[in-house]
């Protein structure tokens, strides 16, 4: 991580003709909860965020592993919304003012995918606050509220069947979460698609968690990564929280506001 401040970052960004920034949701504009649907953004990111997205040649979008009928509840992102939205880490598009983009439907992978699950859910059903999600292209094993041996259990279950059964599947880990999906695309791919589809020249990303960073990494020389929280990251720009990120997106705000008098 090659650190720099983030005033200085945010200024250079401020400056670009076309910018987007994308932003995950959960952990960085909203509190993990034990129960997903529950999470909101909290009240600074979301005058943060709409302060950005009223702004010119500015674009805002959602990129997050949850699916796009998940993301829009938790996000509660209505059809007038000028926010765009990357679900189920990119495989899923909303573009604000068109909809929804359709993926196209592999009929075999999702019924293998539902009988996957279904196999996991018995095997793990005896452990305590161990929990699957079913997710648009695949699902994922939640232990957020499990004691650390069962959680340690229900993860190893999961893992052995999916090994055997669908050894091609993507795995990807969160906050207290392991997700298998039998797309492969990653933020990355996200990021790069709506780069072009909104024709920005620069991007601002912001994440917390170990997906983001494909993302993160993914970043040129005249866009700017965010991590939010501790960890390893190949972001430029590290926040301690979400109020610290809520604070930077206004702080940015207010930096193109003016650039663009």
Not at 116 to 142: C, Q
Not at 238 to 258: K, N, P
């Amino acid at each position: 991580m090659t650190t720099e401040p983030v005033s200085t970052a945010l200024v250079r960004v401020a400056a670009a003709d076309r910018l987007l920034v994308a932003l995950d949701f959960d952990g960085t504009l909203a509190p993990l909860r034990d129960e997903p649907m529950l999470v909101r953004a909290l009240p600074e990111a979301v005058d943060a965020v709409a302060a950005l997205a009223a702004l010119p040649e500015t674009a805002v979008a959602f990129v997050s592993g949850r699916s796009i009928a998940d993301l829009r509840v938790i996000a509660e992102h209505r059809d007038d919304s000028p926010i765009h939205l990357a679900g189920s880490h990119g495989a899923e598009l909303w573009i604000a003012g068109r909809g929804p983009l359709a993926p196209p439907d592999d009929v075999d992978a999702r019924r293998h995918g539902e009988a996957l699950r279904g196999r996991v859910e018995r095997a793990i059903a005896g452990l305590d606050g161990a929990w699957v999600e079913a997710k648009a292209f695949g699902f994922a094993v939640h232990t957020r509220v499990a004691a650390p041996d069962a959680a340690a259990e229900a993860h190893a279950i999961a893992d052995r069947i999916v090994a055997e059964h669908a050894p091609h599947w993507r795995r990807r880990t969160g906050h207290d979460v392991v997700e298998y999906s039998y797309r492969h695309e990653g933020k990355d791919a996200a990021i790069a698609a709506l780069r072009v589809r909104l024709g920005a020249t620069a991007v601002l990303f912001a994440g917390d968690d170990v997906t983001d960073e494909d993302a993160l990494a993914s970043l040129g020389p005249d866009d700017l990564g965010i991590r939010v929280g501790s960890g390893p990251t190949a972001a430029t720009v590290r926040v301690a929280d979400i109020a610290g990120l809520a604070a930077a997106l206004r702080a940015l705000a207010r930096l193109r506001s003016t650039h663009r008098e």
